[in-house]
Structures are given as C-alpha cells and as structure tokens.
Nanobody, 120 residues
Framework: VQLQASGGGLVQAGGSPRLSCAAS????????MGWYRQAPGKQRELVAT???????NYASSVKGRFTISRDNAKNTVYLQIDSLKPEDTAVYYC???????????????WGRGTLVTVSS
C-alpha cells in the first residue's frame, strides 16, 4: 500500500490550500484516515482523523479552520486548510488503517508527507 500526498507548497498567510492523499496498492478496505504534521524542531502531532463512516476528530489548534474529508471511491483523504497561519508551517503526513484482504488484520501506513510553508 502506498500513500501519495500532494497540495503542499509556499502559501501566503490567510490562504486556503487543499491537501490530498491517495492510497493505492492491494486494498480491500480503508478504515480510519488522518492527517498529522511536524513543524521544524517539533514532534509530529495529530491534525485530524476521519472514520470510514465520516466521523471526524480535530486537534484543538486547528478546529474551525481545517476540514478533513474523504472520497471512499477514490481511496483519497483531503485536508482543506482555511485562514492559514505562519504556525501552520509543517510537513503534513497522511495516515491510514488498511485491510489488504478480508481476513487480514488492519495495518497502519504513512505517506511521505507534503511540506506546507506559510509566508507572512
């Protein structure tokens, strides 16, 4: 299973980038999907998660500005970022729980990350 993230880059403060992460490979079912981020010199932290049924969870620092969504037909998770702030500068990683077959246990996978740099 591979995760390919896109949508990062240099964005002005106040901007609204949209990150995407597509899962590919041997996939029977994708359970939870999520986004994490790691700012320079800091630990990786949870940004948002979404279950297969669409229930969402957000870090308090992004609630109200970030929106996570998913397209199950495309095995893709999105992160809409609004009112971008300099402190949102980080590498954003997608994360998924995937069952590769009906009988296989769910495994956790990480994407390589996409860098979002906020210019003020």
């Amino acid at each position: 299973v591979q995760l390919q993230a896109s949508g990062g880059g240099l964005v002005q403060a106040g901007g609204s980038p949209r990150l995407s992460c597509a899962a590919s490979g041997s996939i029977f079912r994708i359970n939870a999907m999520g986004w994490y981020r790691q700012a320079p010199g800091k630990q990786r932290e949870l940004v948002a998660t979404i279950t297969s049924g669409g229930s969402t969870n957000y870090a308090s620092s992004v609630k109200g500005r970030f929106t996570i969504s998913r397209d199950n037909a495309k095995n893709t998770v999105y992160l809409q970022i609004d009112s971008l702030k300099p402190e949102d500068t980080a590498v954003y990683y997608c994360n998924t729980d995937v069952k590769t077959t009906l009988l296989a246990s769910s495994r956790n996978y990480w994407g390589r990350g996409t860098l979002v740099t906020v210019s003020s």
